[in-house]
């Protein structure tokens, strides 16, 4: 870690805090009358904005980033919590006093290429948001315009073209102008580089981070490319299934992560090293429906550090694999929204004969040494399926093979001095470290 980077993150952490959020709640489709299961796209993430920084907010795709950016300038409703902007809780404001609040938060997108209108000029673009807000006099909103193109790196006679007209990173220029029209303190950069070429990629990082420089800004960078976060972000939050799994400065979580979820993603990533001890961890399954998360850990299901109860801590590897895959085609059997045919078919890697759930114990456990005491669970659930109760089957396997990573959501555990938190029971004193233990499909 070099000097200049842990002041800067030092410095960060330790600074006022511009955006506090609590518990919050953002929900799609909640009380409706035919399908009432909302999907719980944020689901009580709690974390503060420091003024002048840059968090990251990483995970993948479909873990709720886009929705808490979207929530933290209004643009999604929360369902509950509070999100503290300099003290107010904007969740609470309405009409003109939203109107008057959103001048300080923006967004810029993704997409270059959709996010922009293309029957607007350039000017007209950049203009609409201090037309919105009656921004001044219409003479000093050209004169801003024309300001915003020059600091944005584009050049005057560009106010009077069309979006179509330039590249993509140009378009993503004019989007970061209109962004900063109305001179807002706070930004959510919703992947603003995935969508353009590698090298156009560092002329917009750069020209992001002078911007946050010259104007005191502070940003929520959205991203799912890992190295672009590290070198961009003086903290990072790490997201699964609606929560913050891990949040700490950069150089830290990146060098030493402690949370199971950011060791596996980051196991992924090729390290440099060639000294390296590090072994790659390849994650079972997809994530669970957000319609119907885990009770526990939000990460237990593809946990590959998950807590064993007592009883069964020395059972077999290979066995107890098969006895979490059962559990997940259970899982799968009582979701709600895709067809159990497709879950099992993923689940399994194989065709849809064997979505009887006779089939489905045979091939999990004919060719396995397995415990009488094990076997009489595992019968008892398929008895319950096969009298059509799957969400008994479920809960009952829960009972007997869950651990406190099955019923317990866990705490936001402090790590380290500089404040970060892992949301991981094995940071409890009774359990090994995550860092210090082996994944059990690593052993
Ligand atoms: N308007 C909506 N109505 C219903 N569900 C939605 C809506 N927007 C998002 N979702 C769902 O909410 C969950 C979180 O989506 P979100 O876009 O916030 O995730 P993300 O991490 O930003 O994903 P990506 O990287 O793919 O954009 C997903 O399951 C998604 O399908």
Redesign the pocket.
Known sequence: MSEVQQSKSTSVSEGETLVEINDLKTY??DGGLIDSTP?K?VDGVSLEIKRGETLGLV?E???????LGRTLIQLEEATSGEVLFDGTDITELSGQELKNWRRNSQMVFQDPESSLNDRMTVGEIIREPLDVHDWKTPRERREHVRELLDVVGLQPEHYYRYPHQFSGGQRQRIGIARALALEPEFIVLDEPVSALDVSVQAQILNLLEDLQEEFGLTYLFIA?DLSVVRHICDRVAVMYLGHIMELGPSDELFEEPKNPYTISLLSAIPDPDPTSSRERITLRGTPPS?RDPPKGCPFSTRCPMKIRPEEFRDADDDLWLNIEIFREVVRARTRADRSVTDQVKELLGMETRFSDIGEIQQELFADIDIPRDIEQHIDEATGYIENNDDQQAREYLRDVFGSVCDSDSPGDNVVSNSGRFSHCHRHLDEYDEPDEFTPYANR
Do not use: I, L, R
């Open positions: 799609y489709g999907v796209a995970g795709s479909g873990c709720g980033k886009s929705t799912h957000p």
